[in-house]
């Protein structure tokens, strides 16, 4: 079975902390992407990455970044966290191909809830 | 630009009874559909996806979705509820054919009355 794991299940952290969120795989996957979770707005892609040293940007990428050194593990980083930023976030993987053909499936981790005080 | 709107945020049905929650997209390329499940506290699981080939699609747990693409719908049944099945769900269509990315919908509650 596919696994991604996050650091921490639940993270408190003040105004203007610098906030890190780790995420691994352990398939090997070429993609892997962080998403933020709010009621009522889905699931919103911050970034993702492609490959080792690849990045690009999602939907609501100000205030993250992000980096990829490895293939298996993904960092979400807070420059200056904010009370906006509190909210679930999500990571997911997806290999690029599966039995030859484009994959989008993404699998998920359990989630990181952070409040940001 | 790809959208998805899920009708409902929440949803309420007697164990037992017919589940339909509804998905319907937009896509500028040919659609690959997904629908998710969220347990509480946790992340989201695959329930099924439509990838171009058989319309009507089978997922776990007894859920499936038929893929209509005159009323660009992807609608998710169950033809009878259990209380296990109370959980958020989520459609998601494919970004584009180069991102890799998913774009989701606002998610739907589904309450299983006893």
């Known amino acids: 079975d596919v696994k991604v794991t996050q650091s921490s299940r639940y993270l408190v952290k003040r105004t203007g902390e610098k906030v890190f969120l780790e995420c691994v795989q352990d398939m090997d996957h070429e993609n892997m992407f962080w998403y933020r979770q709010d009621p009522g707005l889905g699931l919103r892609l911050i970034y993702f990455s492609y490959d080792v040293k690849m990045k690009e940007k999602g939907d609501i990428p100000e205030g993250y970044s992000v980096s990829r050194e490895k293939k298996e593990r993904f960092s979400l980083i807070l420059e200056s966290a904010s009370t906006n930023q509190t909210s679930m976030y999500l990571c997911?993987?997806?290999?690029?191909?599966?039995?030859?053909?484009?994959?989008?499936?993404?699998?998920f981790g359990p989630g990181t809830r952070l409040t940001v005080t | 630009a790809q959208s998805v709107t899920q009708l409902g945020s929440h949803v309420s049905v007697s164990e037992g009874a017919l589940v339909l929650l509804r998905c319907n997209y937009s896509?500028?390329?040919?659609?690959?559909l997904f629908w998710y499940v969220q347990y509480p506290n946790q992340g989201l699981q695959l329930l099924l996806k439509y990838t171009s080939a058989a319309t009507l699609v089978k997922g776990i747990n007894g859920f499936e979705a038929e893929f209509k693409k005159s009323e660009t719908s992807f609608h998710l049944t169950k033809p009878s509820a259990h209380m296990s099945d109370a959980a958020e769900y989520f459609c998601?269509?494919?970004?584009?054919?180069?991102?890799?990315?998913?774009?989701f919908g606002s998610g739907t509650r589904l309450q299983v009355q006893p």
């Open positions: 998601a269509v494919r970004t584009d054919t180069g991102r890799r990315a998913l774009t």
């Open positions: 896509s500028s390329v040919p659609p690959y």
């Open positions: 997911a993987s997806s290999a690029r191909r599966t039995s030859g053909s484009l994959s989008y499936e993404q699998y």
